[in-house]
């Protein structure tokens, strides 16, 4: 048997998504942009899975934009906040995406705007006191704090953050690629700039994904050579991905609560069998608890002399999971995030579980046999 649990990193396409893009492949393939029938035919389809998406999460479609997945749309609204909507200051946090710290780093280097992280407890916790704090003391700002941690499963206080940045005026953006797909949105109620979504972390294709951009904000084309998506973004749209991904999206939400207990089933009783198994194991950040990210769990075994090694024993093993986010996979270095909450521990390994709706307690029983074999066979140090 060969187990997946890196549903964090990537998840299979649902077959209903690939019969949806089917046709756009072979019958349906003419460009959005041609006037004739054939183009007629597709631009039609994007605009009906832009309504799909905009509907689901109770937005205009006019405020949803598709692009290639989180990382563009992380670049894209940080540099509409410097570039066009006149901030001077950016704050997020030290557990973010890449996408959103290196080019934070990068518009601080660059553009000379002040950059500042929000403060974290042990847990990985926002300290929304110092986030106050720090609206109060800099000019016009931009947060961008991430719903759900892709490494430790933390949930962000939506819209308690959302209500403090209006309060301040400041200019909010959360990525929310894990969280789309998996939590209900009511963006009429929620007080937010930017957000945005992969259509691959909740089973649809790979190399799409969307951002909404409220009608408050300003924002200029990052791509340009095109009139496409509203001329915010130049260049012929990937139609068959925008297709997958509304009906992946839609897919999501007529199960939402079916599939939110079945997959934090999965997942505590996941962290219970290891925690009984596993003299001294450890839970990163908030995973272990009922109300975070239900879909992530992130442990640190107890010291071997092969934790190094361990994410490989697993696999030869037939077991997937991994060390932390995907995105970092050709780094030296061990996770940021476990670094930034003071969790990454020489001669211990972590790792990160993450679930799907398409694992079955058949699936973690047999990784949990593997994992317990592999760690407990392992000589312990010290």
């Known amino acids: 048997m060969n187990v997946y649990l890196d549903n964090a990193a990537t998840t299979p396409m649902d077959k209903e998504v690939v019969q949806a893009m089917l046709p756009y492949m072979t019958d349906f393939f003419g460009n959005p942009s041609s006037s004739h029938a054939f183009g007629r035919k597709t631009k039609t389809a994007i605009e009906l899975s832009r309504r799909?998406?905009?509907?689901?999460?109770?937005?205009?479609?006019?405020?949803?934009?598709?692009?290639?997945?989180?990382t563009e749309a992380d670049n894209l609204a940080m540099h509409a906040a410097v570039n066009d909507m006149g901030c001077v200051h950016i704050i997020t946090s030290a557990i973010e995406h890449s996408a959103v710290i290196k080019t934070a780093q990068l518009m601080s280097e660059r553009k000379g705007v002040k950059l500042s992280l929000v403060k974290l407890d042990e847990r990985g916790t926002v300290d929304l006191g110092h986030l106050e704090e720090l609206l109060v003391a800099n000019g016009k700002s931009f947060v961008s704090l991430m719903h759900g941690n892709n490494e430790i499963a933390n949930l962000l206080p939506l819209q308690d953050v959302a209500d403090l940045c209006a309060k301040y005026e400041a200019v909010f953006h959360s990525d929310t690629v894990q969280t789309m797909g998996h939590y209900a949105f009511d963006l009429s109620k929620l007080n937010i700039h930017f957000l945005n979504a992969s259509a691959h972390k909740f089973h649809g294709p790979k190399g799409v994904g969307f951002i909404y951009i409220s009608k408050k904000s300003?924002?200029?084309?990052?791509?340009?050579?095109?009139g496409q998506e509203r001329g915010l973004r130049g260049g012929t749209e990937n139609l068959t991905g925008i297709v997958g991904m509304a009906k992946a999206l839609d897919l999501c939400y007529t199960h939402l609560a079916e599939h939110q207990v079945y997959i934090s089933n999965l997942k505590q009783y996941t962290a219970a069998q290891l925690e009984a198994a596993v003299p001294d194991i450890l839970f990163n950040g908030d995973s272990r608890s009922v109300d975070s990210l239900y879909t992530v769990l992130n442990v640190t075994f107890p010291p071997t002399k092969n934790a190094d090694m361990l994410l490989f024993l697993l696999d030869l093993e037939g077991v997937a999971c991994s060390g932390g986010s995907a995105c970092s996979s050709g780094a030296t270095?061990?996770?940021h995030v476990l670094d930034a909450?003071?969790?990454?521990?020489?001669?211990?390994?972590?790792?990160?579980?993450?679930?799907?709706?398409?694992?079955?307690?058949?699936e973690v029983d047999f990784a949990l046999e593997k994992v317990k074999s592999t760690c407990l066979q392992a000589e312990t140090v010290g």
Do not use: D, H
């Open 218 to 226: 300003k924002v200029s084309a990052e791509i340009t050579g095109g």
């Open 333 to 335: 270095k061990g996770s």
């Open 52 to 70: 799909t998406i905009a509907n689901l999460l109770k937005c205009s479609p006019s405020e949803i934009y598709f692009t290639s997945g989180g």
């Open 341 to 362: 909450i003071g969790a990454l521990r020489a001669g211990q390994a972590s790792i990160r579980f993450s679930f799907s709706r398409l694992n079955t307690k058949e």
